[in-house]
């Protein structure tokens, strides 16, 4: 459920204390959408990066991390909402499964697999 992300907040602030330029991300592109989700993970867009004209960075806090590189604005944008929402769906399955410790890390393992193999 989308409701579950919010911006990131201290994305500037954090750039900085890093020595990075401000709105710059991790792959040297600037950083025009930086989404965090409640149960614990993060998505970043940029554009202009050192490698591709976009790449899209994820990670599920003491999961995964995932970065993959685009040409086109437009499919950047839709992998980015297609990311997010595999990334929600998957930590509120998670969250459904408390109480599950087996059954929450079989889940996340084969779910961060998944979407590392669809978003290549």
């Known amino acids: 459920m989308t409701d579950n992300w919010e911006p990131f907040a201290g994305a500037q602030d954090k750039a900085k204390e890093a020595g990075a330029e ?12 930086d989404e965090t989700h409640v149960l614990g993970a993060r998505i970043t867009l940029e554009r202009e990066c050192h490698v591709a004209p976009y ?5 599920i806090y003491g999961w995964m991390f995932h970065t993959c590189f685009l ?3 437009g499919k950047a944008v839709e992998r980015y909402e297609a990311m997010k929402a595999l990334i929600g769906d998957l930590l509120e399955r998670a969250e459904g499964l408390s109480g599950d410790e087996e059954g929450q890390r079989r889940l996340m393992m084969d779910g961060c697999a998944q979407l590392v193999e669809r978003f290549q």
């Open 71 to 73: 040409g086109e604005e």
């Open 22 to 33: 401000a709105g710059r991300g991790s792959e040297g592109g600037h950083i025009f959408r």
């Open 55 to 59: 790449a899209i960075t994820c990670g």
